[in-house]
């Protein structure tokens, strides 16, 4: 018993008339009553009572239509789901971020688009360091996540660009510094400074240490953590952060953001995910990324 055939027998169920069916299919009608008296064989029952015009179900035939309607309702629904996986519009993405990037204008961007067209797609989100991320993708636990790059990033992974970011210093509003329109690294010698751990991210904490030390200055590091809490700290005056200018999109009342003008350490967020993915959502959200980057960063709020 085929598709077609289940299809054929609703039609003249509901014709009531083989030729009025074989019209609506657009088949001879021989054609289609030799295909009914097919199925009638395979099934050893009689399913339509022949009538000098037209036919009427028989009693076996009205048992089998509606089972006959659902099976191709339900065959229909299962090839549209596939059709819609294979668009990415069904199915899981997995995305892990970090607390720099998370508040990024392109992350959350990227995020609400897709959320608001793919309301059939399960978006999971976790919070993950880089390093993290990298481990977790590798597991094969993730999908994709939002990494500052690093050179141990950069083997069996894909990349979406996002941003290039750079180091800021981030001030406690009460604090003298406040006050200057950029700062030099001389002006840091000697305050209590607070960053990311280096078990955050050793290359961009290494690379950090390495452009202080160049630049003349020897931190005087009080306070390692995640960049929220780096954040926090500065907010109750605990010392002057170093961050990521990602977190620009998350200054807690009592913190102002500083340009050093003599330290530049940028680095590239990406969307990055394992190339053996092959993922239709994956690829639909990457899609996203990558056409919304543009206009996000012309945006006067994301220059600011």
């Known amino acids: ?3 077609r055939h289940l299809r054929y027998f609703v039609a003249v169920a509901e014709a009531g008339h083989f030729r009025r069916a074989a019209a609506s299919l657009n088949i001879a009608q021989p054609a289609l009553s ?12 009689e399913l339509f009572e022949r009538l000098p015009r037209g036919v009427r179900l028989s009693s076996a035939g009205q048992a089998f239509l509606e089972d006959a309607r659902r099976i191709i309702e339900e065959t229909e629904e299962a090839a549209e789901r596939a059709r819609r996986t294979a668009r990415g519009q069904i199915g899981t993405l997995r995305l892990a971020c970090s607390e720099a990037a998370s508040g990024h204008a392109i992350v959350t961007e990227a995020i609400r688009n897709f959320r608001a067209s793919e309301p059939h797609v399960e978006l999971s989100l976790v919070h993950m360091v880089s390093s993290q991320q990298l481990a977790a993708l590798r ?3 993730i999908d994709a996540g939002f990494v500052f790059r690093s050179p141990s990033s950069q083997e069996d992974f894909a990349f979406q660009d996002v941003d290039v970011v750079d180091v800021i210093a981030a001030v406690p509003q009460s604090h003298a510094l406040a006050a200057e329109d950029e700062l030099h690294l001389a002006q840091l010698k000697d305050q209590p400074l607070i960053c990311i751990a280096r078990r955050i991210n050793a290359h961009y904490y290494d690379s950090l240490m390495a ?4 630049g003349g200055l020897t931190p005087r590091i009080i306070q390692e953590a995640n960049s929220g809490i780096v954040m926090s700290l500065v907010s109750v005056g605990m010392g002057v952060g170093i961050v990521s200018s990602a977190m620009k999109w998350r200054v807690p009342q009592g913190v102002v953001l500083k340009t050093v003008a003599d330290l530049s350490i940028p680095s590239c967020l990406d969307l990055i995910w394992r190339r053996d993915n092959a993922s239709a959502v994956l690829e639909r959200f990457a899609d996203g990324i990558r056409s919304i980057s ?6 006067a ?4």
Do not use: S, W, Y
Not at 34 to 45: D, G, H, N, S, T
Not at 301 to 304: A, G, I
């Open 1 to 3: 018993m085929e598709l």
């Open 211 to 214: 452009a202080c030390v160049r």
């Open 139 to 141: 597991a094969n636990q």
């Open 301 to 304: 709020h994301f220059r600011q």
């Open 294 to 299: 543009t206009g996000v960063k012309n945006d």
């Open 34 to 45: 030799r295909q009914i008296q097919a199925l009638e064989r395979e099934m050893e029952v």
